[in-house]
């Protein structure tokens, strides 16, 4: 038993709260939050959008505070209150002293719980969010992930942008985000998170008076996800071009999880991966590359990533199907090795706040509804060999129908490679 497992402690109340918590006794602050096992994914088209809109709203006013009171209380005492918005969960989240975990989750059950969406506070919001959207759409880098994803996932929940179209955001109204609200925010789904200098018998006492009386209900479930994958080539008035390809990846609890994760990192994770040192460094074709292994609870995503001169643009593609399948074909013990201590480092390094391991705790119970401390997760990377990850690249190289997305100045000879990419 490793000391980060000792300190671990995990609760559920009657009506299906997760309580969950790690004390750092090193530290004088705690992080603390609500995570709600419901994201983007989990919208119909005609409501594409929504859960980022309730977000934004979760800070604009409940039944007791107003977005001013929300703000001041926190900053009163020093701490900070954020959310995010995923495909899969949405987080509202603080960091507090840590005499001051009471009032951070007497607030943040206030917004996930009271919400008002008042109509004129919406508009007002609504109009940010489009902003947001807008930009998004002039930073070609993300713009360009969201195409790939539904590319993968076309006409489906999980293909689609988290944000949601502009179109789609300027028609949501106070009934259909308050309704979300109440159709998904279900006990079950929720997970009281902290990390700190924190009590968990406290914690627990303090998630039982704001949450408890909750009652449980059946919520929607999940629709699952169909890979499809194809070419999208996307014609855009810039510098450069921007550009992904890969395949369906694995799911969270895919026993190759931890080697596709060591093949990304090989492929395209730093300055000695493999497709740094080919593409930028000996062929010059673009300043950013880089590889990834995205999971999702049913499916995943395994790509590549860069950004060149469109004249360039074809012979990227070539180099980057060529890289991927050379690295597959012989990975050097000495390059795996590399690569594991990158992910274990990233691992730890990552782990060293508390609202990082608040996060952490949060997401394993969400997704494995365990928890697996970081020790652990290290001594699965260690078991990695070259053999493991020449055996998951050859099984992601033979999936079908490749994803390939190219957003910017489009050119004959790119839409010829796009045509071989990653051929099986």
């Known amino acids: 038993m490793t000391a980060t497992a000792d300190r ?14 790690i004390d750092m ?23 594409n959008g929504v859960a980022h809109l309730l977000e934004h709203m979760a800070f604009k006013g409940t039944g007791r505070r107003s977005a001013q009171a929300i703000a001041e209380e926190i900053e009163d005492v020093g701490g900070q209150l954020n959310a995010y918005t995923s495909r899969e969960h949405t987080a509202f989240y603080a960091r507090v002293l840590a005499e001051d975990v009471p009032l951070a989750v007497d607030l943040l059950a206030d917004i996930v719980r009271f919400a008002r969406i008042d109509t004129e506070e919406l508009a007002r919001e609504r109009t940010v969010v489009l902003q947001e959207i807008g930009q998004v759409l002039d930073t070609p880098d993300d713009w360009v992930f969201d195409l790939w994803q539904d590319t993968a996932y076309p006409d489906q929940p999980l293909g689609r942008s988290i944000l949601g179209p502009a179109a789609t955001v300027e028609r949501l109204g106070r009934d259909e985000v308050l309704g979300y609200l109440t159709t998904h925010y279900a006990p079950e789904r929720l997970v009281v998170a902290a990390a700190g200098k924190v009590d968990h018998a406290r914690l627990t006492a303090l998630a039982e008076a704001h949450l408890g009386d909750l009652r449980p209900r059946p919520a929607p479930a999940m629709p699952r996800a169909h890979y ?17 390809l890969g395949v369906e990846g694995l799911r969270y609890d895919d026993p190759d999880f931890y080697p596709a994760q060591v093949l990304a990192t090989a492929l395209g994770g730093g300055m000695s991966s493999r497709l740094f040192q080919e593409v930028r460094e000996r062929r010059g074709l673009a300043y950013n590359v880089f590889a990834f292994a995205a999971s999702y609870v049913d499916t995943g995503l395994f790509g590549m990533y860069a950004a060149a001169a469109p004249e360039d643009a074809a012979d990227l593609v070539r ?23 990158q992910l274990k480092a990233s691992l730890l390094m990552g782990l060293e706040s508390s609202t990082a391991v608040c996060e952490d705790l949060a997401r394993q119970h969400l997704i494995f509804g365990e928890y697996l401390a970081p020790e652990a997760i290290a001594a699965k990377i260690d078991a990695v060999d070259a053999a493991a990850v020449a055996r998951v690249g050859h099984r992601l190289l033979a999936r ?22 990653l051929a099986a």
């Open 319 to 341: 180099v980057l199907d060529a890289t991927s399948r050379t690295l597959v074909e012989a990975p050097a013990e000495a390059e795996i090795a590399r690569a594991r201590a």
């Open 228 to 244: 499809r994958g194809g070419h999208r080539l996307e014609a855009e008035d810039s510098e450069q071009l921007h550009l992904v």
């Open 25 to 47: 006794p090193q530290v004088a602050t705690a992080s603390v939050g609500i995570w709600v096992d419901v994201g983007a994914r989990y919208e119909p088209v005609e409501l």
């Open 8 to 21: 671990y402690r995990f609760s559920r109340l009657a009506n299906g709260v997760r309580v969950v918590s």
């Open 400 to 421: 079908p129908r490749p994803s390939l997305c190219a957003l910017g100045p489009l050119t004959p000879a790119l839409e010829r490679a796009a045509g071989g990419a």
